[in-house]
């Protein structure tokens, strides 16, 4: 089991986020070579899941959004694991702490995810099911709209 947080971005120490940021960074703009807006102003009004390996440091992120046209729906977005802590399940136990942190929200049915298309199966077997007829790109990346029932 690794250690996680749960914290609203306002609880994210200088470090925490940094590392945040980093991380992401390192995934989606380097490794996946996608030249994209990862700091797009919708971190402060999230909650972030920080997943810990060795001394600390970050290995996986995840953030939390309730939808602001629909109390009912949380998103799950931004869903990082660092290259070297792959194939550990950090990635199902972040999803877990999101899944049972959206579960005890006061109105929550639904979770959906914008998913990369090549994680369609791994999403699938934590319970999501696609509901976009065709994937789309996503800052170069094949994307599917993926929702699950609370």
Same mark, same amino acid.
Not at 46 to 63: I, K, M, P, Q
Not at 102 to 127: D, M, P, R, T
């Given at each position: 089991?690794?250690? /996680?947080?749960?914290? =609203? %971005? ?8 940094? $590392? ?7 995934? %989606? ?8 807006? &990862? ?17 600390? /440091?970050?290995?996986?992120?995840? !953030?939390?959004?309730?939808? +602001? ?5 949380? /998103?799950?977005? $931004? ?17 877990? !702490?999101? =899944? &049972? %942190? @959206? ?14 298309? =090549?994680?369609?199966? %791994? ?11 065709? +994937?789309?790109? &996503?800052?170069? @990346?094949? =994307?599917?709209?993926? @929702? $699950?029932?609370?």
């Amino acid at each position: 089991m690794t250690k /996680t947080d749960l914290l =609203h %971005f306002e609880q994210l120490s200088k470090e925490q986020l940094y $590392r945040v940021l980093q991380l992401r960074s390192d995934v %989606f703009v380097l490794e996946q070579e996608s030249l994209y807006r &990862d700091m797009d102003g919708q971190d402060s009004v999230a909650w972030h899941v920080l997943a810990y390996g060795d001394e600390d /440091t970050v290995v996986g992120v995840l !953030r939390i959004q309730n939808d +602001p046209k629909d109390d009912s729906c949380y /998103t799950i977005g $931004r869903v990082a694991v660092s290259k070297a802590a792959r194939g550990r399940g950090i990635a199902v136990e972040l999803m877990g !702490r999101a =899944h &049972d %942190f @959206i579960a005890k929200q006061v109105g929550a049915e639904s979770i959906e995810i914008s998913a990369q298309e =090549h994680l369609q199966k %791994f999403y699938n077997n934590l319970g999501y099911v696609t509901v976009s007829d065709e +994937p789309y790109d &996503d800052a170069g @990346i094949p =994307h599917l709209d993926m @929702i $699950r029932a609370v």
